[in-house]
């Protein structure tokens, strides 16, 4: 294309009838706006990772990216106040017999500021050390009025076990100790507005779905993850978390990136219904799409029947059951071996030390 060349997008009256809208100039991609009766035209592609800057939203002077809301000026392609090192190209445009004209070439050019990456964005690596076993309980109670959780309560003897008789180092993470956003749906603008890590992790420092993702993407061996029955699923704040969890998903389909490669998990789930293997069934397939490994026998249930409306009858059963509370154990028993099997495989024997009762102490 030349210097001087000029594409017609259309025309005036129509294209004013839209703050922003995406048009082309020859092969090129420009973000059209209009405010108040001025057009402005920069790139079509933001410089974060490629969003549609044509089909975002004009924020007073500047046009907010659909994918994960960057903003530029309209008409200089400057970034906001603050990051104005990012910039994308701007092309002067003018309108000439009640057509809007776009320049063909760029009168400025784009340049990306460097971003320290989120330190979740490091490789993994297995760090040497014992087998480590992260709890995740996924039960919800009020701050300040604490109740008896079953699925908790195994939890916790699951991981004490682990810790005594396996020599695992072991991680508790509570959900409703958390504060973390739903997912906003990413994925579904389009698959590269999914990240890794996650863009509601890189955007906003207080939300804490990064300790999740830190322990089991980079920490953990092996997961164990506690769930009690609600309405026949999972709870809730499992399904918060699970939503979440889309971006580690998303890395094997769009990127065929594995960022969870020889871990393991088992899941402990007690409900007053009865449902357990559909909620065992959709645990299974999630932890499996995010290329989780089982040992044999991968959970432990307990659940009481629809003709047992008796709830502080459940309580008093879950914590006088020798044979749930032996269950937790083996579950998380079985977790530790397999996971150093996984282990040994990938790093060599030589890199475990026999200790502890079954030998899981790696070499510091
Ligand atoms: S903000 Fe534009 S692609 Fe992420």
């Not at 809208?21 to 592609?45: N, P």
């Not at 409306?309 to 937790?328: F, P």
Request: aromatic share 6%; charged share 25%; glycine share 10%.
């Amino acid at each position: 294309m030349s210097d001087e060349l000029w594409t017609d997008v259309g025309a005036a009256e129509d294209l004013a009838t839209r703050a922003v809208q995406e048009v082309t100039v020859g092969r090129t991609k420009i973000a059209l706006t209009c405010k108040d009766g001025v057009f402005g035209a920069i790139s079509g592609v933001c410089n974060h990772v490629g969003g549609p800057l044509g089909k975002g939203a004009l924020d007073g002077d500047y046009v907010v990216c659909p994918w994960h809301y960057w903003k530029f000026h309209c008409r200089t392609g400057v970034g906001e106040p603050g990051y104005e090192a990012d910039r994308v190209p701007a092309h002067d445009v003018k309108v000439d017999a009640g057509r809007v004209l776009v320049k063909n070439t760029a009168s400025s050019t784009r340049a990306k500021a460097p971003h320290t990456p989120h330190p979740l964005a490091r490789p993994v690596q297995r760090e040497a050390g014992p087998i480590r076993i992260l709890g995740i309980s996924t039960t919800s109670m009020t701050d300040g009025h604490p109740r008896y959780s079953t699925s908790d309560a195994l939890l916790e003897h699951a991981l004490k076990c682990a810790a005594a008789e396996d020599a695992c180092e072991t991680r508790l993470v509570r959900l409703r100790d958390l504060s973390f956003r739903a997912c906003e749906g990413f994925y579904s603008k389009a698959a590269r507005a999914c990240t890794w890590p996650c863009s509601i992790t890189q955007m906003d420092a207080d939300d804490q779905m990064d300790r999740i993702y830190e322990g089991v993407v980079h920490w953990a061996d092996a997961v164990l993850v506690a769930t009690p029955i609600r309405w026949g699923g999972a709870s809730s704040l499992y399904c918060k978390m699970a939503e979440r969890m889309n971006c580690i998903q998303n890395q094997e389909t769009i990127a065929n990136k594995h960022l969870l490669r020889n871990k393991v998990a088992g899941f402990i789930i007690t409900g007053g219904q009865d449902n357990v293997q559909a909620v065992a069934g959709q645990m299974l397939g999630f932890f499996a799409e995010l290329g989780l490994q089982f040992p044999q026998f991968p959970y432990i249930a307990h659940s009481r029947g629809w003709s047992a409306e008796d709830m502080e009858n459940n309580e008093r059963h879950v914590q006088e059951s020798t044979a749930l509370h032996d269950g937790a154990a083996a579950l998380a028993d079985r977790c530790a071996v397999m996971a150093r099997g996984l282990v040994e495989a990938t790093e060599g024997k030589s890199a475990l030390v026999r200790g502890g009762r079954k030998g899981m102490r790696l070499d510091a």
